[in-house]
């Protein structure tokens, strides 16, 4: 069974960066990024396969790239205090050719998250 695993969380004051990375342990080349708040629910942030995909509050300011067939990062500037959250990774994609990548339940394996703090 695939595994994912995150790290690079951590606290930045608002305007700060951070990168994150995943790691799988057995070659995935579509992974994807998603995102959740306390009482909200998780949202796609960025995806990647033969092409890149972003949510529009990232766009400009985040960027996802493949590392190894198995691992990817995403490079996250300009940081808001929105952008406060787990941050998730996601690979094998189950949602066929109509799915929408930003939908969790596309999505078969996940990582256990890694804590992104803004502060204003």
């Known amino acids: 069974q695939l595994q994912l695993v995150e790290s690079g969380g951590g606290s930045v004051q608002t305007g700060g960066s951070l990168r994150l990375s995943c790691a799988a342990t057995?070659?995935?080349?579509?992974f994807s990024w998603f995102r959740q708040a306390p009482g909200t629910e998780r949202e796609g942030v960025a995806c990647?396969?033969?092409?890149t995909l972003y949510a529009d509050s990232v766009k400009g300011r985040f960027t996802i790239s493949r590392e190894s067939p198995d691992a990817v990062t995403l490079q996250m500037n300009s940081l808001k205090p929105e952008d406060n959250g787990t941050y998730y990774c996601?690979?094998?994609?189950?949602?066929?050719?109509?799915?929408?990548?930003?939908?969790?339940?596309?999505?078969?394996?996940w990582g256990q998250g890694t804590q992104v703090t803004v502060s204003s």
């Open positions: 996601a690979a094998e994609f189950i949602g066929g050719n109509g799915g929408a990548w930003n939908k969790m339940q596309n999505w078969k394996s």
């Open positions: 057995e070659d995935t080349y579509v």
């Open positions: 990647i396969g033969s092409s």
